[in-house]
């Protein structure tokens, strides 16, 4: 069996000119003494050689833990005059660099191993972690050691990925950037702005290839700080666009739209028999639920008096049960099981008003938001949260009784809304189902303004899923300027202000797609940092994880 003074010299970091004075292991703390071991030193300034020991002096630091035990060193160096006469230092200790930084409180092997958990878990949970590994620090040690890494800048990338992300919902939002070949991050900006894309920009003609969204402030920045740069519109925005204008144009034709039926509603004739719906589970009664709680708390109550009286002690039973040691002593010295004082029902203010609720219910009117309304008219003080829990519970009493859901329920209508409209045409044709194109081309025979965008739209949408090219974009762009539906007139408009970077989105195969992820690796990372994450902090962690 090898020593302890051996285990220690194996363990403890003592080939960098130390020796191994003394080894002291208490219950919970390890404590040894290392004295340094070469002739002399060089001074931290001029670098010049001294071997004129000044006097001795303690470092005291710690170490990597041994198990659960903490290690604490007690490190002996000595102070040399510096005998350069130009120096500004007169005195100096000696150094050891691959040991300890100076001033330092911890080894460099503790403190890289801190800074990799202050990196992957930030402050609180990363202090809590290593508290837990016997390396107790504080949480702004480790968002320290964080602000003081410096994070090797990633390469120029050839193809970047610009796209924004929320500091603040709605408020505040920075810029993203990421490498489209290399798949990770690049750097983050503090805000979208034109200027702050552009500064970045200008430090790196290297770029070749910009895939952004359709925002101006970054097609403006890309082609001021890149202007050489290939602009690439992202094709999922171009989609979005499209099904925006689309919906829109549908919109105007609500009305005989609705007459079309929804492809994924079975048709039912007057004549035959309503779909039966299945009931809802019934929610047990207040009496049955403090009956079931009752119950428990008996079970629970011959349990701890049984073994109580057989010997076993308070805090031995609080262990086994994991339960809190008032409710263990009262259980077990009491002679029967403590019942639970009866409260009485408080007043509900929505009491009142039920009738009216109800009467309304019964003549059809099952809107929530209407019914609140109403008995707000009435004096109600209550938010809607209390209406929708009672009109919810209405539903469910009905499930449970389709005998009366059928006779007192009209057959909603299933008519096909200007988003499922959208949504036939944006769906790829080889997806469709045969009812959802039956029910598109029921679409096109409504009106003319709704064929034309019907067949405009599937156009556009085989442009970027083909990658037809110029040609066929611009000639795309012509159409729907000339077609006189409004809606695709002013897209096709809005398309001309940024009509390079469209033709290349139809051109090439860059895409926006991996840089959206990263933006919700982004959010998963800030809300672990608990929201309001500084920017530095954030921007750091994700540059040291990439």
């Given at each position: ?302 349990l701890i008096r049984e073994c109580y009286l057989k010997g076993a002690s308070i ?232």
């Open positions: 069996m090898p020593s302890t003074r051996n285990l220690a010299t194996n363990l403890l970091p003592t080939d960098d000119g130390l020796r191994l004075d003394d080894v002291s292991i208490g219950p919970d703390q390890i404590v040894a003494t290392l004295e340094a071991t070469a002739s002399r030193s060089t001074c931290p300034i001029c670098d010049t050689w001294s071997e004129a020991v000044h006097s001795l002096y303690q470092r005291t630091i710690a170490d990597l833990p041994w198990g659960r035990q903490t290690v604490r060193l007690h490190l002996r160096v000595r102070k040399f005059f510096c005998r350069q006469p130009t120096c500004s230092r007169r005195v100096f200790t000696e150094r050891l660099p691959s040991m300890v930084a100076p001033y330092a409180r911890r080894t460099r092997r503790l403190t890289e191993i801190v800074r990799l958990l202050a990196f992957a878990l930030g402050g609180e949970p990363g202090a809590r972690i290593v508290e837990r590994l016997g390396m107790a620090t504080s949480p702004a040690t480790l968002l320290r050691l964080i602000r003081r890494t410096a994070v090797v800048a990633a390469p120029t990338p050839r193809a970047l990925g610009v796209d924004d992300w929320a500091q603040r919902k709605r408020h505040t939002y920075g810029t993203i950037l990421i490498d489209l070949e290399e798949h990770r991050l690049v750097d983050l900006l503090p805000d979208r702005t034109a200027d702050a894309l552009a500064s970045w920009l200008q430090d790196r003609p290297e770029i070749e290839v910009i895939s952004r969204d359709r925002s101006g402030a970054y097609a403006d920045g890309a082609a001021r700080g890149a202007p050489d740069a290939m602009q690439v519109a992202d094709r999922f925005h171009l989609t979005r666009n499209l099904g925006e204008s689309l919906d829109r144009c549908f919109n105007r034709y609500r009305s005989v739209i609705k007459e079309i039926e929804r492809p994924d509603v079975p048709h039912r004739t007057e004549d035959e028999t309503p779909i039966p719906i299945r009931p809802a589970p019934p929610r047990p009664s207040l009496e049955a639920e403090q009956e079931r709680k009752r119950a428990a708390r008996q079970s629970r109550y011959m805090s031995e039973l609080t262990r086994e049960l994991k339960l809190n040691w008032k409710t263990v002593r009262k259980y077990a010295q009491a002679d029967q099981c403590p019942e639970r004082a009866l409260r009485p029902p408080r007043p509900r203010l929505l009491t009142p008003y039920e009738p009216h609720l109800l009467r309304r219910w019964a003549e059809g009117c099952h809107n929530g938001v209407r019914l609140y309304r109403e008995i707000a008219a009435q004096g109600f003080s209550g938010s809607r949260i209390h209406v929708a829990r009672f009109v919810a519970q209405l539903r469910r009493d009905q499930l449970a009784n389709p005998a009366t859901t059928a006779s007192a329920t009209p057959v909603p209508s299933q008519g096909l809304t200007p988003r499922d409209a959208t949504w036939l045409v944006i769906r790829s044709a080889l997806e469709r189902t045969p009812a959802e194109q039956t029910t598109l081309d029921q679409l096109t025979q409504l009106a003319p303004d709704l064929e034309r965008a019907v067949v405009l739209g599937e156009r556009f949408l085989a442009l970027l899923r083909q990658r037809q090219g110029d040609l066929a974009c611009d000639q795309w762009v012509t159409d729907a300027a000339t077609s006189g539906v409004p809606e695709l007139r002013r897209f096709a408009i809005k398309l001309k202000q940024d009509l390079s970077a469209v033709r290349a989105a139809c051109r090439e195969a860059w895409s926006n797609g991996q840089t959206e992820g990263h933006v919700h690796k982004l959010k998963l990372l800030k809300r672990s940092m608990y929201g309001p994450a500084k920017f530095d902090l954030l921007r750091l962690r994700l540059l040291h994880a990439a």
